[in-house]
């Protein structure tokens, strides 16, 4: 049967299909599918060696297989149905595997232990660092006969005018003078309880008895003979030790704890806070300390806030209202330290940190707890959650001011039973 079309000749059929004779035969499909789609399979036993065929990446025979049934499917294996190279072309895929969603619940995780992990090595290491700088030289088992303790924490504060560190300039632009050794500028009592916390200044011209003692030094008993004499007197006489063997035995209240601090460390500190803010009811000058304030609320640095607790001579009742401004100002500058602009900024803490603890002496069982404790304590006294006053006075005694022995008995009871202070002082 002739399935060519009518008119045209066997010679165009010949040439349709590659040439030929006018009598040449139709080429089978299969031949007609070679030459359309490439060359024919290699016969059997050229050297090739067996090759998958794959249907949709599948290998499902081999092309071995493919000769023995005399079938050519036509298509080169792994080019059309996923097979072979990265070209990226149509039938191509990526064989690579998603990428998985971040975790955000593990690496807060992690950043928060992280974050905990460096606070808490910073905090260690600052603790270690600062309880190594206190200088505890002040031993307290050294005083006998010491009164019972009672409810809270008693601090001793005591400012000295040690010129110790202080240049030949520095003494003159402090105004501190020259003299040798060092004697008690200021003396405070700081109660830390839990019905409000309590600072008592205590005057440096107040008369007192001092009692038997044992020499810090020396170890040797002095016999105590009733003798009187002004409080700073017992400082001089043997320092720390018997300074708070007089209060105690002058009081009848245990001190628990001993700070002391010099004229440059005071300076020091209050330079490293950048300055304390202070309001002053009334200017006043005196040449003795350098004092020259005007009325007003200001910022006073480390020479200024020396001259400010130090005077004395420009008031009517000298002593006594020195020491008032004494627990303003130390009040304030307690506050200043424990403000969130110091504490949580390294660049003013280390500094400040620094500059107190090389300047304070304490006791040898202070601990940075305890000092940090009686610095929020002041602060509080600042803010008005504690009393401050002098202690009560009845009058004077050879230029010694007497303490009233009624109000101080009903003070020091208040205090030993932690009740809030009701006594108030000169």
């Not at 019972?148 to 030949?168: K, P, Q």
């Amino acid at each position: 049967m002739n399935d060519w079309p009518e008119g045209r000749s066997d010679s165009d059929r010949g040439n349709r299909y590659g040439g030929g004779s006018a009598n040449a035969q139709p080429e089978s499909p299969r031949v007609m599918r070679q030459v359309r789609r490439g060359p024919a399979a290699p016969p059997r036993g050229a050297g090739v060696p067996p090759q998958p065929s794959y249907v949709n990446g599948q290998g499902y025979g081999d092309y071995t297989n493919a000769q023995n049934t005399g079938y050519d499917s036509g298509y080169s294996s792994g080019q059309v149905y996923g097979g072979g190279g990265d070209s990226g072309g149509p039938g191509s895929f990526d064989t690579r595997a998603p990428r998985p969603a971040p975790n955000w619940r593990r690496r807060i995780k992690w950043t928060a232990i992280t974050v905990l992990t460096v606070l808490v090595v910073t905090s260690v290491g600052t603790y270690i660092w600062a309880d190594g700088k206190l200088k505890r030289e002040v031993d307290l088992s050294k005083v006998i006969d010491r009164p019972e303790g009672g409810d809270g924490t008693n601090y001793l504060i005591v400012g000295s005018d040690s010129r110790e560190g202080l240049s030949a300039e520095e003494k003159k632009q402090l105004h501190t003078g020259s003299a040798e050794g060092k004697r008690t500028d200021s003396m405070m009592i700081l109660h830390v309880g839990s019905n409000g916390d309590t600072l008592v200044s205590l005057p440096r011209d107040s008369d007192v008895e001092i009692p038997t003692f044992v020499g810090s030094e020396s170890g040797k008993t002095y016999k105590g003979t009733g003798r009187h004499t002004k409080l700073n007197a017992a400082y001089a006489t043997d320092g720390p030790e018997l300074l708070v063997r007089t209060v105690e035995f002058n009081t009848g209240l245990r001190i628990d704890h001993y700070v002391e601090i010099g004229f440059a460390g005071f300076a020091n500190i209050v330079d490293a806070v950048g300055g304390v803010e202070i309001t002053i009811d009334k200017g006043f000058k005196d040449k003795y300390s350098g004092a020259d304030f005007q009325a007003g609320k200001q910022t006073l640095n480390g020479e200024e806030a020396l001259a400010f607790v130090r005077t004395r001579h420009a008031f009517a009742a000298s002593d006594l209202e020195r020491t008032k401004n004494q627990q303003k100002f130390l009040a304030a500058l307690a506050h200043e330290v424990a403000t969130p602009t110091t504490v949580l900024n390294p660049f003013a803490l280390y500094p400040t940190m620094s500059a107190g603890l090389d300047s304070l002496i304490v006791d040898k069982d202070m601990g940075l707890y305890d000092l940090g404790s009686m610095f929020f304590a002041m602060k509080g006294v600042n803010a008005g959650d504690g009393t401050s006053l002098n202690m009560p006075i009845s009058g004077s005694s050879g230029g010694n001011l007497v303490w009233d022995k009624a109000k101080v008995k009903q003070l020091v009871s208040e205090l030993n039973n932690d009740e809030k202070v009701t006594v108030t002082g000169n």
